[in-house]
C-alpha cells in the first residue's frame, strides 16, 4: 500500500501516561466549565474527552496553525451541546483558544458558545446543535471531497492526492434518532462515501432518561443495511472509553475504500463521576460543587485547582501534535508544489475558488430572452444554469427527485455515483446530485458541501417542501454560506395539484429568516439576473419559480440586470405618479395589466419589481425612497401569497392582494380569479387606496 498524504498507512497507537493525564484534566474542566457558568452539558464532553483526544492528537490530519489548510481532514461534533468536547481540543491542539477562553464557557462574547459556531470560533468548521444536521453536513463533506478531487485531480490513485482527506464525526443518540441523519446517511451509503467516518456515542442516555423508552433499534444493523461498514466497540468494565480498540477502529475506517464507517462506541455519560455518571441528569446540568470535588478525587485530581492542566504537560502534548503536524504537512507542501507544477491550469482554478471569485466571462455566458415569448421562470433557470455551467464547474447540484420539474439538471453531465454503481452516464465525479426525495438531508448536504469551501452547491424542490427542509435552511442562514435553493412551483400558480403542493404562507414564512435571500424573479430575464446575482453573493440565497408561463418583459438588459441585483426597481413609470403597485413574481405582470387598467381611468400608476426584499431593504434610503417615494402613500402590493409582510411596504392606506388560505385543486386561472388575485382586482384596490390617502388629506 502506497504512503498517501492523507491514507496513511495504519498506525499503531501511541499512547502514554500524558495522554491519560490530559484526558484527566480535560474530563475535569468540562466539569468546572458548566459548573462555573451555572448551565451547560457535562456529563458527554468528560465521557467523550478520550474519543475527541484520541482524534485530534493520534488520528486526524489538520493543522492548527493553519485552520484552512487544504488538505485538513474535517471533523463536525454532531452533537452540538457537547461543544466542550470541541473547545477542549481546540484549546490543547493549539488553535488558538486559552483556558480564558474556556473559563468565559457560555458567556456574552465569548469563544466558547453554548454550540459551536461557525465563523465564531476558530476550528468549528459546522455550526452544530440542532441534532441530526451535523452528521448530515458531514455526508456533504464527503460529497464535495470527491467533487473538488474531480475538479483538481481526478487520476491521482486513491489516496494519493493532496486533496485527498476524511471527514470524522462524532454524534449521539439524538443525532441518530432525528430524520435528517436517516435520510443523508442513506444516501452516504449509495455514494459509498468512504472518506466518512461517523463515531456513534452509544451511551444509552438522552435527556428524558434510558434511551430504551424511545431507541431501541440495532444502530450497526441499520447502518449495515445502509451500506455502511459498522464495528462495535465495548467499553472496558469500569466505564471508561477502550482507546486501543477504538483506535483500531478507526484504522480500519480510514483504510476503507468502498463504504463509510460507523463506529458504535459504548460509553458512560460523565465518567468517572461518583454519582452523576450514567444518569440523564448530567447530560443538561451542573454536577454540583461536591460533585465536580469528588470527581476530581476520582481522578486524582487537586479538588481545589479549577481548569488545571499541567503546564509541562501541555507543552509535551503540544509538542507531540507539532511534530506529527510538521511530518505531514512537509510531505503534503512537496506533493501539493508539484501538484501545482504539473496542473497550472487546475492550478489557476483552485485559486479562483480559493477566492471565491466568480469566473470572468460570468455576465457573457448568461442569456439574454426576448421580449414578448412566453417562459416559466423555472425553465429560464434551467437554461442559466445550462449556460453558467460551462464557465462555472464550481456550480453542481440536483434536485430531491424533482430535477424535471425544478428545471436542476445540466445537460450532458454525468449522475455523481460511485464507480461500480451501474447507472448509466453516471461518474465519481459527475455534477449531476440525485438526492432522492430527501429534502432534509439534500439541504443539509448542500450546508456541508459549502462549508467544504471551494464549490457552489444548488439543490431543488418544490417550494412547499421547503418546510421539509427548513432545519438545514435555517443553518445555511446562520453560517451565512454559499448554497442555493431553487424551490419551483411557487403559487396557486401550478394548478390542478392543489393545496398540498400549493404554497401560501411560505414566502413570508422564509423572509422572516434572517440571513437567507428570498429571490422571485418576475420573467426570464429577472431569473438570469437573480442567478447572476445569486453567484456574486457570499450567503445562501431561496430562488422562487414558477412552474406556469409568464411573460418575457420589455426592459433594458441593463435595468434589469441593475434592478434585481438591487432587490427592486421601476418597471413602469407614469409622469405625476398617484399611485404605486408593487409585485414579485408572476404578479408583476399582472401589475403592468393594473397600471393598463388604471390609466384608461386616468389615474397614473408607477409599477414596482421587488424580486429580493432582502437584497432592497439592505440598499441606502436615496435609492429606495426613489423606488418609492414616501410622498406616495396610494399604494398596493400584490403576490400570489400570504399578505403578512406586505403591510409594512404600502403603509396605512395602502392594500395588499394575496391569499391567506389554502388553495385548491382546478386550473391556474380560476385559482388566481377565485383567490381574487387579477388586475381588475388590483386596479379597484389601487383606487380605493387613492380615495384613503386624499380622505387623509
Ligand atoms: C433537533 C433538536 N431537537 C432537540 C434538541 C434538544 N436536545 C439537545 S441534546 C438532546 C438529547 C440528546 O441526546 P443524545 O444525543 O443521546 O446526547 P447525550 O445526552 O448522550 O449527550 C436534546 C433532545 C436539539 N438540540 N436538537
Ligand atoms: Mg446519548
Known amino acids: 500500500m502506497t504512503r498517501g498524504h492523507s491514507g496513511r498507512q495504519a498506525d499503531a497507537l501511541e499512547w ?10 480535560l474530563r475535569a474542566i468540562a466539569a468546572d466549565a458548566v459548573q462555573r457558568v451555572g448551565n451547560g452539558h457535562p456529563g458527554t464532553a468528560m465521557a467523550l474527552a478520550p474519543v475527541a483526544y484520541l482524534l485530534f492528537q493520534k488520528v486526524m490530519a489538520h493543522d492548527p496553525h493553519d485552520p484552512s489548510w487544504l488538505g485538513r481532514d474535517r471533523f463536525v461534533l454532531s452533537g452540538g451541546h457537547t461543544s466542550l468536547t470541541l473547545y477542549s481540543q481546540l484549546f490543547v491542539s493549539d488553535y488558538g483558544l486559552t483556558m480564558a477562553d474556556l473559563e468565559a464557557f457560555r458567556t456574552a462574547g465569548s469563544r466558547t458558545p453554548g454550540h459551536p459556531e461557525y465563523g465564531h470560533t476558530t476550528g468549528v468548521e459546522a455550526t452544530t446543535g440542532p441534532l441530526g444536521q451535523g452528521l448530515s453536513m458531514a455526508v456533504g463533506m464527503a460529497m464535495a471531497a470527491r467533487y473538488e478531487r474531480g475538479l483538481l485531480d481526478p487520476d491521482a490513485a486513491a489516496g494519493d492526492s493532496p486533496f485527498d482527506h476524511r471527514i470524522w464525526t462524532i454524534c449521539g443518540d439524538g443525532d441518530l434518532e432525528e430524520g435528517v441523519s436517516s435520510e443523508a446517511s442513506s444516501l452516504a451509503g449509495v455514494q459509498k462515501l468512504s472518506e466518512l467516518c461517523v463515531i456513534y456515542d ?3 442516555i438522552s435527556i428524558e432518561g434510558d434511551t430504551a423508552i424511545a431507541f431501541t433499534e440495532d444502530v450497526c444493523e441499520r447502518y449495515r443495511a445502509y451500506g455502511w461498514a459498522t464495528h462495535r466497540v465495548d467499553q472496558l468494565p469500569d466505564g471508561r472509553v477502550d482507546v486501543p480498540a477504538l483506535h483500531a477502529a478507526l484504522e480500519k475506517a480510514r483504510a476503507e475504500r468502498e463504504r463509510p464507517t460507523l463506529i458504535q462506541l459504548r460509553t458512560t455519560i460523565a465518567w468517572p463521576a461518583p454519582h452523576a455518571r450514567n444518569t440523564a441528569k448530567s447530560h443538561g446540568s451542573a454536577l454540583g460543587e461536591e460533585e465536580v470535588r469528588a470527581t476530581k478525587e476520582q481522578l486524582g485530581l487537586d479538588p481545589d485547582e479549577h481548569f488545571a492542566f499541567d503546564d509541562d504537560l501541555l507543552a509535551r502534548v503540544r509538542e507531540r501534535l507539532r511534530h506529527r503536524v510538521d511530518a505531514e504537512r512537509r510531505s503534503w507542501n512537496a506533493a501539493f508544489t508539484e501538484w501545482q507544477l504539473r496542473n497550472p491550469d487546475r492550478a489557476a482554478l483552485l485559486d479562483r475558488l480559493l477566492n471565491h471569485e466568480p469566473p470572468a466571462d460570468l455576465d457573457a455566458a448568461l442569456p439574454v430572452f426576448e421580449a414578448g415569448a412566453s417562459m416559466a421562470t423555472r425553465k429560464a433557470s434551467g437554461l442559466v444554469i445550462n449556460a453558467v455551467a460551462s464557465v462555472m464547474p464550481e456550480l453542481w447540484g440536483g434536485s430531491a427527485d424533482l430535477a424535471e420539474s425544478n428545471n436542476t439538471t445540466i445537460e450532458n453531465s454525468p449522475s455523481f455515483l460511485p464507480a461500480g454503481s451501474g447507472v448509466p452516464d453516471s461518474s465519481p465525479y459527475g455534477r449531476l446530485v440525485h438526492f432522492g426525495v430527501r429534502e432534509h438531508a439534500m439541504g443539509a448536504a448542500l450546508n456541508g458541501i459549502a462549508l467544504h469551501g471551494l464549490t457552489r452547491p444548488f439543490g431543488g424542490t418544490f417550494l412547499v417542501f421547503s418546510d421539509y427542509m427548513r432545519g438545514a435552511v435555517r443553518l445555511s442562514a446562520l ?22 403542493h400549493q404554497p401560501v404562507e411560505h414566502l413570508w414564512s422564509l423572509r422572516a429568516m434572517p440571513g437567507l435571500s428570498v429571490v422571485r424573479p418576475a420573467d426570464a430575464n429577472e431569473t438570469a439576473a437573480a442567478w447572476r446575482a445569486t453567484l456574486r453573493q457570499h450567503g445562501p440565497v431561496g430562488l422562487i419559480l414558477t412552474r406556469q408561463n409568464l411573460p418575457v418583459l420589455d426592459l433594458a438588459h441593463e435595468t434589469v440586470v441593475a434592478g434585481v441585483a438591487r432587490g427592486g426597481y421601476v418597471v413602469r413609470d407614469s409622469d405625476a405618479t398617484q399611485v404605486i403597485l408593487m409585485a414579485t413574481g408572476s404578479e408583476v405582470s399582472l401589475a403592468l395589466e393594473a397600471a393598463a387598467l388604471l390609466d384608461d381611468r386616468g389615474i397614473a400608476a408607477r409599477v414596482v419589481s421587488l424580486p429580493c426584499l432582502e437584497w432592497f431593504d439592505q440598499q441606502e434610503a436615496a435609492y429606495r425612497d426613489s423606488v418609492l417615494p414616501p410622498s406616495i ?11 403578512l409582510g406586505w403591510w409594512r411596504y404600502v403603509g396605512s392606506s395602502g392594500r395588499v392582494i394575496g391569499i ?16 381574487g388575485i387579477t388586475a381588475e382586482r388590483v386596479a379597484a384596490a389601487a383606487e380605493e387606496s387613492l380615495a ?3 380622505r387623509h388629506h
Request: hydrophobic content about 35%; proline content about 5%; aromatic content about 8%.
Open 479 to 500: 453560517m451565512d454560506v454559499p448554497v442555493t435553493y431553487v424551490w419551483t412551483h411557487d403559487s396557486i400558480g401550478l394548478g390542478e395539484d392543489g393545496p398540498t
Open 660 to 675: 391567506d388560505h389554502f388553495g385548491a385543486s382546478a386550473d391556474p386561472a380560476t385559482l388566481f380569479r377565485d383567490a
Open 16 to 25: 502514554g501516561d500524558d495522554d491519560d493525564r490530559a484526558v484527566d484534566y
Open 692 to 694: 384613503d390617502v386624499s
Open 633 to 643: 402613500g396610494a399604494r398596493v402590493a400584490v403576490e400570489a401569497g400570504a399578505t
Open 202 to 204: 452509544d451511551n444509552h
